[in-house]
């Protein structure tokens, strides 16, 4: 994450360098809050699937189910076939 976020910073002070700025709207603000709630994302899903994982292997399908239809929500899968 950190190489990304130096790599996205350098870019945007390049564009930043030739456009007027407007206000605290900086494009380095936007990414850091894009890339705190990307981060955020990732780490939930990879929680989850560590927890399906679990609990597949426990064979809790109930509870299996509940968090495959919450990693369906966080991947914005359309349908889990049962």
């Given at each position: 994450?950190?190489?990304?976020?130096?790599?996205?910073?350098?870019?945007?002070?390049?564009?930043?360098?030739?456009?007027?700025?407007?206000?605290?709207?900086?494009?380095?603000?936007?990414?850091?809050a894009d890339l705190e709630v990307f981060s955020q994302w990732c780490m939930e899903v990879g929680e989850l699937y560590i927890y399906f994982t679990f609990l597949d292997v426990k064979g809790d399908r109930s509870l299996l189910m509940l968090v495959a239809k919450?990693?369906?929500?966080?991947?914005?899968?359309?349908?889990i076939s049962s």
């Open positions: 994450r950190v190489k990304l976020e130096a790599e996205l910073k350098d870019v945007i002070s390049k564009i930043e360098q030739g456009t007027p700025r407007r206000g605290q709207d900086s494009l380095s603000l936007l990414l850091e919450r990693l369906q929500s966080l991947l914005a899968v359309t349908s």
